[in-house]
């Protein structure tokens, strides 16, 4: 399970947003996050708000599609009493923990829901993730026959004692079973891995790099291990069982990965995302990168709404009961100010390729631009033609990136 959520403002039994939420509402997007908070195991690098069977306490998985459905019911009365116009949903993405530990059943009812209380637009992006070991074939003929179009694997790794390490469960000789199964129903296909696992080598990195290129899916992301507080890995670093995942290491995984995609025909659009065209990009994620609107459905799912950001109670039956009486799950908020907007705008844009218009800088941070580019961390070309972009040394070192164009 996931850390404490973080502190804000009550929020109202009835979901009523703020009048400024109406600011500049008809230049934004709307998407949905339905989280899946169901594993069979806990891996143990993993600090998501996610749940194995022993830990449920009450909630059950059988009526989770439900409970979510009800959430999505309640989120377009929401909208409405807020004064908001009625806005089709562009992207729809089903996260967790593992979305396809439910029945393919399930996640169209969830789904329909969506398609039922908001419309969806024609030609939506409408993702699930799973892990390779939680499908077959006709689960996913399912699921493209219902309208999704996209589902993200999470391989992580093609080399076992990798695997082993981050408690994942899959055959890694699946991967390529799943993903040809996947474009058979005609759904694209991103592939996810992570990076910097403490004792896997350039070695390692470089055979699981090959393997999800040999599967040629539309996308790979690639991540690199964060070890996160509370969680089993962070123990086992602590006592001395395992090591420290090595930075230098990592940045040179990142720097393999990079160059092994780009000469497979992938381009990077996002520092951790790469795809084979513009249309087998991420829309979903690129709407969090953006600043769009998007409502989080189930237990701890964050959202956002013109500045507005809520989060809902963690633990499932938590949030069952607050679905039986009809009220929020949502257990706080917070508005952002003018500061923490821009603050956030240029943290969120500068990883993206298309990246931030100069222009729109404070003048202090126009002024960085030329040492940014001195320093090889921003494209010269890009730079004189109005656009910060990120180099490879930029992109991983976005982080000083952005605290010199916001100093």
């Known amino acids: 399970m996931a850390g404490p959520l973080p502190?804000?403002?009550?929020?109202?039994?009835?979901?009523?947003?703020?009048?400024?939420?109406?600011?500049?509402?008809?230049?934004?997007?709307?998407?949905?996050?339905?989280?899946?908070?169901?594993?069979?195991?806990?891996?143990?690098?993993?600090?998501?708000?996610?749940?194995?069977?022993?830990?449920?306490?009450?909630?059950?998985?059988s009526d989770y599609a439900d409970e979510a459905a009800a959430e999505v019911a309640f989120a377009a009365r929401a909208l409405a009493e807020t004064g908001l116009p009625h806005r089709q949903v562009d992207t729809i993405f089903f996260g967790g923990g593992t979305p396809t530990l439910l029945p393919a059943a399930d996640l169209i009812r969830m789904l329909d829901a969506v398609r039922t209380h908001h419309g969806i637009v024609p030609g939506a992006e409408i993702t699930t993730e799973a892990n390779p070991d939680?499908?077959?074939?006709?689960?996913?003929?399912?699921?493209?026959?219902?309208?999704?179009?996209?589902?993200?694997f999470g391989m992580q790794s093609a080399v076992p004692h990798v695997l082993a390490?981050?408690?994942?469960?899959?055959?890694?000789?699946?991967?390529?079973?799943?993903?040809?199964?996947?474009?058979d129903a005609g759904l694209q296909?991103?592939?996810?891995?992570?990076?910097?696992?403490?004792?896997?080598?350039?070695?390692?990195?470089?055979t699981s790099v090959d393997a999800a290129l040999a599967t040629q899916p539309d996308h790979i992301s690639a991540y690199s291990l964060i070890v996160e507080?509370?969680?089993?890995?962070?123990?086992?670093?602590?006592?001395?069982?395992?090591?420290?995942?090595?930075?230098?290491?990592?940045?040179?995984?990142?720097?393999?990965?990079?160059?092994?995609?780009?000469?497979?025909?992938?381009?990077?659009?996002?520092?951790?995302?790469?795809?084979?065209?513009?249309?087998?990009?991420?829309?979903h994620n690129?709407?969090?990168?953006?600043?769009q609107d998007w409502w989080g459905i189930g237990p701890g799912a964050h959202s956002h709404v013109g500045g507005v950001r809520w989060w809902n109670v963690k633990h499932p039956a938590a949030y069952a009961a607050r679905m039986a009486e009809g009220v929020s799950p949502a257990v706080g908020?917070?508005?952002?100010?003018?500061?923490?907007?821009e603050l956030e705008r240029i943290l969120l844009n500068t990883r993206i390729r298309d990246g931030i218009a100069i222009p729109s800088l404070s003048s202090e941070g126009r002024v960085a631009v030329a040492g940014l580019i001195a320093d090889d961390l921003v494209n010269a070309k890009a730079a004189l033609a109005g656009t910060i972009e990120l180099t490879l040394r930029g992109r991983l070192l976005a982080d000083v990136v952005v605290r010199r164009l916001t100093a």
């Open 7 to 61: 502190l804000g403002d009550p929020a109202p039994p009835d979901g009523v947003l703020p009048g400024s939420v109406l600011n500049d509402v008809d230049s934004r997007t709307l998407a949905f996050y339905l989280h899946v908070p169901f594993c069979r195991v806990r891996c143990g690098y993993c600090d998501f708000n996610t749940y194995t069977a022993t830990e449920l306490r009450g909630a059950k998985q």
């Open 286 to 291: 690129l709407a969090y990168w953006r600043s």
């Open 134 to 152: 939680s499908v077959d074939a006709a689960y996913l003929r399912q699921l493209a026959d219902a309208g999704f179009t996209r589902v993200s």
């Open 333 to 341: 908020r917070e508005t952002l100010g003018r500061e923490a907007r």
């Open 229 to 283: 507080q509370g969680t089993k890995l962070a123990r086992q670093i602590r006592s001395g069982i395992v090591a420290l995942p090595d930075e230098d290491l990592q940045a040179e995984m990142y720097e393999l990965i990079d160059a092994r995609l780009a000469t497979a025909g992938f381009s990077w659009y996002e520092v951790s995302n790469w795809s084979t065209s513009i249309n087998s990009r991420s829309r």
């Open 165 to 183: 390490t981050l408690e994942r469960t899959h055959d890694p000789e699946r991967v390529p079973l799943v993903v040809q199964w996947a474009k």
């Open 189 to 206: 296909v991103s592939v996810d891995l992570i990076y910097g696992t403490p004792g896997e080598t350039l070695s390692d990195w470089s």
